[in-house]
Structure formats: C-alpha cells, structure tokens
C-alpha cells in the first residue's frame, strides 16, 4: 500500500470537506443548490453545518447539535422527493444593495459614520432551515443567489468579466468570487482567525445586525435576532461565542526604526485595523468540530477593547484564543467597548468553520 506522505505530514486539517480549500486565493468551492420558494420563485444556496451526524459525515458538512435550538429564528422548507430538491422555503434576499462603510474620523475610526449591508433579507429570511417533511433536520443553507436564471449566472463559470461586474454585484452574496450551475458549484472567499491558539478559515455568510453585515461585507439577516444570546455552555443554546477587539494593534504601532520592508504589524487585529484596509480583524472563535463539542455556526459576538491602561503600557497583543482573551478580562485589560463589563455584544454572525491549521 502507498503512503501518501504529503497529505499525512500536511499540518492542514479539512473540517467542511464537502468543500475544496484554494489556500493561496483564499477561497473554498462547494456545490451549488437549487431551491423553490412557496410562489414558485427560485434561489441557489449552500450547505455548510448540518444537526444530524450521519448526514454532517455523508455530507462532508460541519456538525452542530446546537442548530435543533435555533427555532426562534429558523425557516423551514419540504423535500420535494420527485426532484431532490427544497420547496417551500420563505424569506427572500434582496442582493441589489450596494456596500458602504464610512469610517469614523481617526483616532476612533469604528463604528463607522455611515453604513449599508450589500445584501438585505426580508423578515422572515433565514439562512437556518429545517426539514418539515424529513427526520426534523437542521440545515445552515445560506442564500448566494436570488431568483435569476442558470443562463445569466452561467456566464461566470470562469470567472467574473469586466463588463458584467455590476450585474454580478447585484445578484449574489457578496463573498461569491465564481458560481456556475453547469457545474453545480460556487466558489466563496474565505476570512481568516483563531480558534484554541490555531489559525482558522471560516466562512462569512449572514448578520443579525446591519452594522456587522456591512462592516464583514454580508447578507443581513434580521430574522437571526430572535435567537437567544448569552449562556452558550447551557441546555438549548443554538449558539456559541466568537471574540473581537476593537482597537487591536495595528500597523501605525510600529515604532520607528523598523526594517524597511515591515510594514505590517506582526501583532495586527481588530475592528481599527480592519476598517482602515489593513486587513482581516482575526477574530476568535469558541468551540469548532474535532476540538470541541459545542460548536454552532451561530456565533455569538463578545466585542471588547484594550483598557487606556492596557494600550499606554504597550500590554496589547494578539490574541489567539478564547481562553487567552478571557484571561486579559478577567486581570482587567480588556471591557466592553464602553468600559462596562464585558460580555455579549447582542449580535449574531452565521460563520460556518472550513478548515484549522493543526
Ligand atoms: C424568476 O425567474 C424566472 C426564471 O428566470 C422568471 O421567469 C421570473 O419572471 C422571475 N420572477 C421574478 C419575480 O423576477
Ligand atoms: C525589500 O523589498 C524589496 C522590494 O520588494 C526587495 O527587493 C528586497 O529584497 C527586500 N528586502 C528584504 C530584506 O527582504
């Protein structure tokens, strides 16, 4: 028997496997879904997280028992068995919105003056659907495109022309790089952070909240806000936490003198940072699947800031890890953006998990 040595030594850890990672685009292709609203209208979209094991493993899907709890903001769809496909399904996405983020004026550039997410669903759309007709079962089925036609998204199975850029814009989620239904697959751009000290790539897909839809450059979706937030460690939470920091370093820190070519801070993160171009913020995630057993793909944000104290005695640095972070607030270094304890932040991020490095 061969051994491939490669694939065995490759520090790479695949979690969503129904998925091909482009490590060096950044991207991951999954298979594309066709799907029938009740009127008839149609969607395409993608599966990332699933309730039921055995499927999550036949799937190549991410597993999440915490998805049976996210009833207070879920919609539902039947399997139309004749054709293997979803029918049924309500609430729509507008993807027409075009994406503004207005800083705020230096030296507190977040949150921003102004905003509008690219892409706004309607009340009762939710990237969470359940099963009506089969087994009961929870799938994380985010909408990547609206009722348009295989024929008009067909024109950019190789990529996205010059010319159609706009039309494309106005008619899929904004993380789409490439979609083809000829070949029944759709490649999305990727964010990169930590989970447990291991760098991660996630995908980033729908908001509770219009300001995180605009600022992560995806789909509101005002239904997540009925899901209950807070005790992600307790009986029937559908959700888990993720961790961010506003004023992170960033790469005016560099003190001077530094090498000609250094011109990123290797301690960069956070919400300043990242709305001043500089990058993803490399937020923190909790729980994933095969490091831990509480993962949701509904996270729970816990925004905090570095203490004045904290940023004038040069204590800041970036934090890799929920344990690491909470350790900085529990010695006081970081509170809430307010100053107040820290905690919730009351808004909801659909990040399905992809990939660890380790
Ligand atoms: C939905 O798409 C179908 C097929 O492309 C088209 O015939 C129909 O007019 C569209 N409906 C709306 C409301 O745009
Ligand atoms: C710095 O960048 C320049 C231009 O890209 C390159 O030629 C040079 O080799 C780099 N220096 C170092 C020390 O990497």
């Not at 399997?79 to 507190?108: C, Y």
């Not at 003056?113 to 669903?121: A, E």
């Not at 850029?165 to 904004?174: D, G, L, Q, T």
């Not at 100053?339 to 998990?353: D, E, L, Q, R, Y």
Request: hydrophobic share 40%.
């Amino acid at each position: 028997m061969r051994v491939h040595w490669a694939r065995r030594l490759s520090p790479l850890v695949a979690l969503l496997t129904a998925g091909v990672v482009d490590e060096d685009a950044g991207t991951v292709t999954l298979p594309l879904y066709y799907g029938s609203y009740a009127d008839g209208e149609g969607h395409y979209y993608v599966l990332s997280d699933t309730s039921d094991e055995g499927n999550a493993k036949g799937l190549g899907l991410n597993p999440s028992a915490k998805l049976q709890y996210a009833v207070a903001g879920e919609t539902t769809a039947r399997l139309d068995g004749t054709r293997n496909i979803l029918v049924g399904r309500v609430g729509k996405v507008d993807f027409t919105p075009v994406r503004q983020v207005v800083p705020a004026a230096e030296p507190v550039p977040f949150p921003p003056t102004s905003f509008t997410p690219p892409q706004v669903g309607d009340e009762d759309y939710s990237p969470i659907v359940r099963l009506a007709n089969v087994g009961q079962t929870v799938y994380n089925a985010p909408i990547v495109a609206g009722n348009v036609s295989d024929a008009f998204l067909n024109r950019f199975c190789d990529g996205v022309p010059d010319h159609l850029r706009e039309a494309f814009e106005a008619a899929v989620h904004s993380k789409v790089v490439r979609i083809c239904p000829r070949d029944t697959t759709v490649t999305l751009e990727l964010t990169p952070g930590f989970s447990f000290a291991k760098p991660v790539l996630y995908m980033s897909m729908d908001s509770s909240a219009a300001l995180a839809a605009a600022f992560e450059d995806i789909t509101h979706a005002p239904a997540l806000a009925r899901i209950q937030l807070g005790g992600d460690d307790s009986a029937f939470s559908a959700v888990e936490r993720l961790f961010a920091i506003v004023n992170g370093l960033g790469n005016g820190d560099l003190p001077p003198g530094a090498p000609l070519n250094a011109t990123t801070h290797p301690g960069r993160q956070g919400f300043f940072s990242a709305i001043r171009g500089e990058g993803s913020p490399l937020n923190i995630l909790g729980g994933i699947p095969s490091v831990a057993t509480d993962y949701s793909p509904l996270w729970d944000v816990n925004l905090g800031r570095w203490t004045d104290y904290a940023v004038a005695a040069n204590l800041r640095h970036r934090l890799v890890g929920e344990f690491l972070y909470l350790g900085q607030v529990a010695r006081g270094y970081i509170t809430a953006p307010d100053g107040g304890a820290f905690g919730s932040s009351g808004i909801i991020v659909n990040c399905p998990i992809v990939q660890r490095f380790l």
